[in-house]
Every structure is written in structure tokens, then in C-alpha cells.
């Protein structure tokens, strides 16, 4: 075999490897095992709502399970500022 033959040959090869690799991914995806597959499951983090504050700092609700996290997000540290319960877990009061 030549050697632009065994070149072309080792290109087709690693299309198809690579291929394989993407398809296999976008098949995992499609199955459930991407993160994104989380949001629909009891427990899952979700990020309700955010506001950047400034160019390195920015506030974040986050929702695991019936409770609310406001939290403050900079580039070296995350910090719980305040949690709040859901309106589902409301134990009543005065309207």
C-alpha cells in the first residue's frame, strides 16, 4: 500500500472512531445520563433565579427539594446568605 493510501486510511479511521464517540454520547444524552436528566428527579438542584451583582459577584436562588437557598457567589468562595422554605412546605398562617 502507498503511503498516501495508509494516510488516508488512518484519516478514515479516526472519522469513524470519532464518530462513534459522538454518537455514543448523544445517545447517552438521549437515555438519560446527561446532567440535564437531574432537573425532572425529587431532590434535584435547580437554580430557581440569579442577579450579577458585579463582574465577580453575583446572587443565586437554588431550590433542593421544598427549600430555597439565596446564596452569594464570588470568584473564591459560594456563600448561603438566607434560606427560605417553598410555599409547599408552609405550615399555614394568616391570609
Do not use: K, Y
Not at 64 to 72: A, E, K, M, S
Amino acid at each position: 500500500m502507498s503511503g498516501g493510501g495508509s494516510l488516508a486510511q488512518a484519516g478514515l479511521g479516526l472519522f469513524c472512531v470519532i464518530a462513534l464517540i459522538l454518537g455514543l454520547a448523544w445517545l447517552a444524552r438521549r437515555a438519560g445520563f446527561g446532567g440535564a436528566a437531574r432537573a425532572g428527579r425529587p431532590g434535584a438542584l435547580r437554580i430557581v433565579d440569579n442577579a450579577m451583582l458585579s463582574a465577580r459577584q453575583r446572587l443565586v436562588v437554588v431550590e433542593v427539594d421544598d427549600t430555597r437557598l439565596v446564596l452569594g457567589v464570588s470568584a473564591g468562595e459560594i456563600r448561603t446568605l438566607h434560606v427560605l422554605r417553598t410555599a409547599t412546605t408552609n405550615t399555614g398562617g394568616t391570609t
